[in-house]
């Protein structure tokens, strides 16, 4: 089983619009998450963390469900810009990447 | 963004090439990191580095030897690649790292060397 699941995508949205991505993770000891963001052909950059009580960061919003061993990213009114890869990141023993949800956002 | 550089940003090489890649952080941080992220896959961590001694080898094939001068430099040589090591590699680094224990640092990541071997 992988460390860390995402759904791949893509998600083609209208601006505007409310996305969320969920991502799994196996191990129940995990002690920290984040997302990060991937541009095409650029380095992955931190986008947020994760922490158990939620937190918002302007139009996004980060959740941890430790029962059910999950992490959501809610991403409100979409802007173009808002277009790339979004990597889900737990950490272990070392930090477990996903393979990326990818966000395309429509004019 | 100049917290983590390397270079070169783009290599092409030939099977019986040696090159290295270079990483520098300027973060004052204390662990650093190589990653491989090919096509459709998730980062795959190769090394990690903490205070310039190397803490982990993910199963790396010894065509792919690492080196960690001091804190702010990491390289990563390279000889007799085979094709199926192109991708793009990824330096990263953190403030610290303890190995075996949880971590709960976060990772800043350099812009890549993307690597095609022919």
């Known amino acids: 089983r992988k460390e860390v699941e995402q759904d791949p995508g893509p998600f083609n949205v209208p601006e505007g619009a409310t996305v969320a991505f969920n991502c799994t993770y196996s191990n129940s000891a995990s002690q920290s998450f984040f997302w990060y963001r991937q541009d095409c052909r650029k380095e992955p950059k931190l986008l947020m963390s994760v922490y158990s009580s939620g937190n918002e960061d302007g139009r996004f919003t980060a959740q941890l469900n430790r029962a059910s061993q999950y992490i959501s990213l809610l991403i409100r009114d979409s802007k173009l810009s808002d277009s790339a890869t979004y990597l889900c990141?737990?950490?272990?023993?070392?930090?477990?990447f996903g393979t990326g949800t990818s966000l395309t956002v429509i004019p | 963004e100049t917290g983590v550089t390397q270079t070169p940003r783009h290599l092409v090489m030939g099977m019986t090439n040696k090159k290295s890649l270079k990483c520098e952080q300027h973060l004052g941080h204390n662990a650093m990191y190589w990653y491989k992220q090919s096509a459709k896959k998730p980062l795959e961590l190769m090394f990690v580095y903490n205070f310039k001694e190397q803490t982990e080898n993910n199963s790396v094939p010894s065509r792919f030897s690492p080196e960690c001068p001091n804190s702010s430099h990491l390289f990563l040589h390279l000889h007799t690649l085979q094709p199926e090591d192109s991708a793009l590699y990824l330096c990263a680094s953190s403030q610290d790292r303890t190995s075996g224990e949880l971590s709960t640092d976060t990772q800043y990541f350099g812009p890549g060397t993307r690597l095609t071997v022919l």
């Open positions: 990141v737990v950490t272990g023993n070392q930090f477990y």
